[in-house]
């Protein structure tokens, strides 16, 4: 507990921190959203905790400039990270807000339960998110009770951004040596990595040109062939192995979802690779309409809501669902101001 | 050419340089073995330039010795190794032979026409191999004339260790996460992964066990899966999950078979997937078997022979059907010397 005066009720902040960008929102008790902030990447994980937490401080920071009150009137964080369940402090943060003159409470929730919190107030539900990575989650009682996937680009992540651009790098090795069909993704492939156009034969029997694609993607990062994944969706409309692959995709994102899901409930759905329209995204809500007829797809764009709902009810103000859409609205108009 | 005066007919070197180990024969121009050495890794790529050349003239001068020979009697070496086809010099092994006093002319050939050649004297057939990577090629009038995947683990080699040690890597992440079905590689993998045992649930509903396995897998480099490999066919009497992974395999094998396969010829086969007989290596046959109802698999351990017989092809002494055999029994008797 903080021991401060307060000339009103202390303020909450949510913070919704991923490995590209932080968002923080700054909130009253009934739910208004005062500001909003947003800066790099907020995960210790893939920025380095010293990083994440200057993060995180710039993000919160922000939120106060623009709403004109000082760090010292919040009394609750709580922060939405990949990895994290609902857990207390850790070192990294609260050093990092102590620096600040935060010595308020702070509490870490999962990434994918804010994301299912800026969907729906309901208690019982699910959450997918396929961008470079996938995963699903079961809601009950309002906490995460189950995670199928998430278990990254060598163990997992299947329908992720990252195996649809990993299956079209296989595609186009498959048709440059022979055992796999023609497809319009070899040009495309060879083209977005820049591989050097050379038509002769090495003298281990491997064209010049298959040899130049394997040894860029050997030097770049396996996670990066996730930028691939694109040249998929555009490829689709004309080609055959395209199509297999996304809708393969949806079959595996649907596929996690069965593994989690044990009864009705809304599926708030994020991330890239689900928020295009067409064949993939189809397959996935077609599948999973096969197991819940009645099924409802929320999409969502982050979990900023959700963190923001998640830390209300840290600090004991819990958001029903006509709360839910004004802490929507709020948020939304805090963030285009 | 080399300009001594030789009190005989100079000697040939033949060498297979390996990523685990380098092995050189000496021998004379009619074939017989004098003599043999064994060393490390003689791979630039995964030893560095440095040391492959080293253990590249420390298997020389094993031969040498055995045979109580001078390095100055050699007029031809020829080092069969991965990545290179028939092709000149280069640098870093010109160098290293020369500071051990070698002047004479040097090549390169393929570790796969090796393997090859290890098994007969025939000009046209294919060879097979599948270690911890998988490839396959086509040799036409006793050249490699095209190469099927050896593309590595993140883009290919299909059905080779690595790929069945993923598997089963996959198969209990599935497992444990209710994606895929109960497995005995589960525990196979836990246990050969020294994965701590622990019987509760983190804040993100992903199993304590779950998340050990998934943290020591990305310690490791993904190669390492390979050492996966022999669970998956310790467990196949019993387990469908790991029957699936090794059919698959075996089908995998065939198919890279097929992108190559132009007519008939004998199948030499290497690697210590395909050594072992049973589901993986019977499936692959059958497959081979249906284009070419006649196929011969002729099985070998290593390149060792191969390496000899195209450094004497290359000293103008090609090796036929009986001296492929007398050059076997020659090479096997100065093994075992």
């Known amino acids: 507990m903080n021991m401060r005066d307060f000339d009103h009720d202390p303020l909450i902040v949510g913070i919704d921190a991923g490995g590209t960008s932080t968002r923080a929102t700054l909130l009253t008790r009934d739910g208004e959203c005062l500001g909003y902030g947003?800066?790099?990447?907020?995960?210790?994980?893939?920025?380095g905790a010293q990083l994440a937490g200057e993060s995180i401080v710039d993000a919160v920071s922000?939120?106060?400039?623009?709403?004109?009150?000082?760090?010292?009137?919040?009394?609750?964080?709580?922060?939405a990270m990949a990895g994290h369940g609902a857990g207390g402090e850790e070192r990294w943060l609260v050093d990092a807000l102590a620096v600040a003159g935060y010595d308020g409470a702070l509490a870490f929730e999962s990434d994918l339960l804010a994301l299912y919190f800026s969907g729906t107030a309901e208690q019982d539900g699910y959450?997918?998110?396929?961008?470079?990575?996938?995963?699903?989650?079961?809601?009950?009682?309002?906490?995460?009770e189950a995670t199928t996937d998430g278990a990254g680009w060598l163990l997992g992540d299947q329908g992720?951004?990252?195996?649809?651009?990993?299956?079209?790098?296989?595609?186009?090795?498959?048709?440059?040596?022979?055992?796999?069909?023609?497809?319009?993704?070899?040009?495309?492939?060879?083209?977005?990595?820049?591989v050097v156009p050379a038509d002769f034969t090495?003298?281990?029997?491997?064209?010049?040109?298959?040899?130049?694609?394997?040894?860029?993607?050997?030097?770049?990062r396996p996670v990066e062939l996730a930028r691939l994944a694109p040249l998929v969706f555009a490829a689709a409309g004309e080609d055959e192995?395209?199509?297999d692959i996304l809708l393969r995709a949806g079959e595996l994102l649907a596929q996690s979802f069965a593994a989690v899901h044990r009864g009705p409930g809304p599926v708030v759905v994020g991330g890239s690779v689900l928020a295009q329209d067409g064949l993939l995204s189809g397959t996935f809500r077609r599948l999973v309409r096969d197991r819940e007829p009645g099924a409802r797809f929320i999409p969502v764009a982050d979990g900023v809501v959700g963190?923001?709902?998640?830390?209300?009810?840290?600090?004991?103000?819990?958001?029903?669902?006509?709360?839910?859409?004004?802490?929507?609205?709020?948020?939304?108009?805090?963030?285009?101001?």
Request: hydrophobic share 50%.
């Open 38 to 47: 947003r800066s790099g990447s907020g995960n210790p994980t893939s920025a």
């Open 62 to 79: 922000q939120a106060l400039r623009a709403a004109r009150r000082g760090i010292g009137e919040i009394d609750h964080v709580v922060a």
């Open 241 to 243: 192995v395209a199509r």
């Open 160 to 194: 992720s951004g990252f195996w649809i651009g990993h299956r079209a790098a296989l595609a186009a090795v498959e048709d440059m040596d022979g055992r796999g069909p023609a497809t319009a993704l070899t040009e495309a492939v060879l083209d977005a990595l820049q």
């Open 307 to 337: 963190a923001a709902a998640l830390a209300l009810r840290r600090a004991g103000a819990a958001v029903d669902e006509a709360g839910h859409a004004r802490l929507t609205a709020s948020v939304a108009a805090a963030r285009a101001r």
């Open 202 to 220: 090495l003298g281990y029997g491997r064209s010049a040109k298959l040899e130049g694609l394997i040894r860029t993607i050997y030097l770049g």
């Open 127 to 144: 959450a997918i998110v396929s961008g470079t990575g996938a995963a699903v989650i079961r809601v009950s009682g309002g906490r995460l």
